[in-house]
């Protein structure tokens, strides 16, 4: 048999032709225009011939483009549809998730994630990035918080993070109004401060600092200790929601401050149709969302 083209060159092609231009084919593919260009290159240098001439508007394919252009998009649909029918959701899918998001909101939620996919096997690791990388890591996905545009990765928005203070019952009724905090001890999850700070700011306050304050490792462990009335923590409601419910801590104000950070799911773009990755992906906008 002889040796078949390389099949990143194939679907760069495919994409040129369907958007007209390596722009367009490089956003549908979430790659940059010059990777779009090197792929389309060496299928060019392959079969010895130009596959596209440049137009005002942006491409289009020459004579042996025309020749080439179906055949690929058949066997692209024909693979595809292989795939999906040989691939079994019986499987393991590494999952990587920021520490606090994986104790407080993911492992209560497991149960639930299992009923729903029995077959799938959700290998958990935690590790806080702010920078998916994925040439370190075995993890087929990453939760990564921050404000998104990081190269070379899919980013499925999942939930903004919007910053509230936590504190026991009995220390929310000595705080009346914000300006209150200043009696308080403030917990921190980052030595630079930031969340406080942000929320300060959104409430009005720039310049409040508390009698004292205590810095933690992660965010789970500045909530812990909130919620041994040590200060008061603060935190992304969302991830705390079961422990607000509980009643242990509470919201001492209604005032909840957008960080300018959100979570997303992100995962390399030539995964982006593995079905685990997608089922996983729909089961976790629904719980987030929902």
Same mark, same amino acid.
């Given at each position: ?16 032709? %369907? ?22 290159? /060496? $299928? ?9 001439? &440049?137009?005002? &508007?942006?491409?289009? /394919? ?10 690929? &998009? ?13 691939? &079994? ?11 606090? @998001?994986?104790?407080?909101? +993911? $492992? ?14 959700? #290998? ?7 920078? =998916? ?23 499925? =928005?999942? @939930? ?30 980052? !030595?630079? #401060? ?21 810095? +933690?490792?992660?965010?789970? @462990? ?13 935190? %992304? !409601? ?49 719980? /987030?969302?929902?």
């Amino acid at each position: 048999m002889a040796a078949l083209p390389p099949l990143y060159a194939l679907q760069a092609f495919l994409a040129a032709a %369907d958007c007209g231009s390596f722009t367009g084919a490089a956003t549908r593919l979430n790659l940059t225009q010059g990777a779009v260009s090197r792929q389309v290159q /060496l $299928l060019e240098e392959y079969y010895g011939c130009p596959l596209f001439v &440049r137009v005002a &508007r942006g491409l289009t /394919l020459t004579a042996e483009g025309q020749q080439l252009i179906a055949p690929v &998009r058949q066997a692209m649909t024909t693979l595809s549809e292989a795939s999906a029918r040989v691939r &079994r959701v019986s499987d393991v899918l590494r999952v990587q998730f920021p520490p606090t @998001m994986a104790v407080r909101w +993911f $492992l209560p939620r497991l149960p639930e994630l299992q009923a729903a996919l029995p077959g799938l096997e959700i #290998r958990v690791a935690t590790h806080w990035t702010d920078a =998916p990388d994925f040439s370190n890591t075995d993890a087929d996905v990453i939760i990564a918080h921050g404000k998104g545009g990081w190269p070379q990765v899919v980013e499925v =928005p999942l @939930m903004r993070e919007r910053l509230v203070p936590l504190c026991i019952p009995e220390i929310a009724a000595t705080l009346q109004q914000p300006a209150d905090l200043a009696g308080a001890t403030l917990l921190h999850a980052r !030595a630079n #401060r930031h969340e406080w700070q942000t929320w300060l700011r959104g409430a009005g306050l720039p310049d409040l600092q508390g009698t004292g304050e205590q810095l +933690f490792d992660t965010l789970d @462990m500045c909530v812990q200790s909130a919620e041994r009335g040590q200060g008061v923590a603060i935190a %992304d !409601a969302a991830l705390f929601a079961d422990l607000i419910a509980s009643g242990k801590v509470v919201k001492p104000f209604d005032i909840e401050v957008d960080s300018g950070n959100a979570y997303f799911l992100t995962y390399p773009p030539e995964r982006r149709e593995q079905r685990n990755i997608r089922l996983f992906e729909e089961w976790l906008v629904s719980a /987030l969302r929902g």
